[in-house]
């Protein structure tokens, strides 16, 4: 799977995005999305995975934040409160 690459000046390209097994695209449980908005531009993406799973009425969220030459940035979001379930501890995985 091909997810991006940084051209000549820096520049991240998306290219087409192309799932890999068993991943699917979109925003609902068990679906994987690329944020729209200020957390995504041409150097900066962030995916966000929506588990299955759910502690009380919550599904578990999985955040990264990937930017060029910048450590990744990974945040959960698993119960509302100490976020410390499903793969989450104190809000990171």
Known sequence: MRVGRLGRRGRLHLGHLV???GVTWGDGPG?????????????????????RAA????NHSF????EPGEDDIRSC???????DAGGCSGGLW
Do not use: M
């Open 31 to 51: 679906e994987v999305q690329v944020v729209q908005g200020p957390d995504t531009t041409r150097y900066r993406v962030t995916v966000t995975a929506l588990s």
């Open 77 to 83: 979001i698993s119960d509302g409160d100490s976020n």
């Open 63 to 66: 955040t990264i934040i990937k």
């Open 19 to 21: 799932a890999p097994p």
């Open 55 to 58: 502690t009380g009425d919550t």
